[in-house]
């Protein structure tokens, strides 16, 4: 089954090392999706990036290698998207919030094949 139509990609660009309440800050992002029945979230880490610190992280490096740059990336119907976007004023304090439009081309998983 295959489905189309427009949506909205949210990308949260944040520290590896970004903590909430003791925890990886991207996972509380991926759980609070899930919890508020996003269509899915995953999350990318990169090998090299700088952001308003103007300082390279990068895992050439070890003594820098620590703080390596995560993107999470979830897309959905915009009306979720912009739900969402008020978890994160209370979640994100350093980073970057990105929310695009997209054309959405989603085949069925696994267990409607």
């Known amino acids: 089954m295959r489905s189309y139509g427009p ?16 925890r990886p800050l991207y996972t509380e992002i991926v759980h609070r999706a899930h919890a508020m ?8 880490r990169g090998v090299e ?3 308003a610190s103007s ?6 490096l070890l003594s820098l290698g620590e703080d390596l ?4 990336v ?6 979720r998207i912009s739900a969402f976007l008020a978890e994160l004023d209370e979640l994100v304090t350093e980073g970057l919030v990105i ?15």
């Not at 929310?99 to 094949?113: A, I, K, L, Q, T």
Request: no cysteine; hydrophobic share 35%.
């Open 69 to 72: 740059p995560v993107a999470v």
């Open 55 to 60: 300082r390279i992280h990068t895992s050439r």
């Open 99 to 113: 929310v695009d439009p997209v054309e959405v081309y989603r085949y069925g998983g696994r267990e409607e094949r």
């Open 49 to 51: 990036g700088f952001g």
């Open 74 to 79: 979830i897309v959905d119907v915009p009306e």
């Open 37 to 44: 029945g996003l269509a899915g979230a995953s999350v990318f």
């Open 7 to 22: 949506a909205q990609r949210l990308t949260i660009l944040i520290g590896e090392g970004d903590q909430y309440r003791h």
